[in-house]
Nanobody, 126 residues
């Protein structure tokens, strides 16, 4: 139905910034709630940021609030995650996810999404 492809990961020093992207194909971005999750080695997948299907509401995990911003460009069919003031504990594989049946109360629940990208590695280290 929809294919998601992340890009833009890399190596960043602590305090630095990085923007990762999630390109949609097969379907238009409109009509989907989208989110970013991350997973470090040996850890569970963690909610990072979400963007509601209707209304343009954004949501953030406590660990990234005030540092990360989720946005989208409907014309380019792409979702972005701008990451500022990066910390070593932000190191993880970052995944984008999408669902067309996600309600607001479930936007941070990884089990609410049925479409996932392959992930892009973000490493924060000096």
């Amino acid at each position: 139905q929809v294919q998601l492809t992340e890009s833009g990961g890399g190596l960043v020093q602590p305090g630095g910034s990085l923007r990762v992207s999630c390109a949609f194909s097969g379907r238009s971005l409109g009509g989907y709630a989208v989110a970013w999750f991350r997973q470090a080695p040996g850890s569970q997948r963690e909610f990072v940021a979400g963007y509601s299907r209707v209304g343009g509401h954004t949501y953030y995990g406590d660990s990234v609030k005030g540092r990360f911003t989720i946005s989208k460009d409907n014309g380019k069919n792409t979702v972005y995650l701008q990451m500022n003031s990066l910390k070593p504990e932000d190191t993880a594989v970052y995944f984008c996810a999408a669902g067309n049946r996600v309600i607001t109360s479930s936007i941070g629940n990884k089990n609410a999404y049925d479409n996932w990208g392959q992930g892009t590695q973000v490493t924060v280290s000096s």
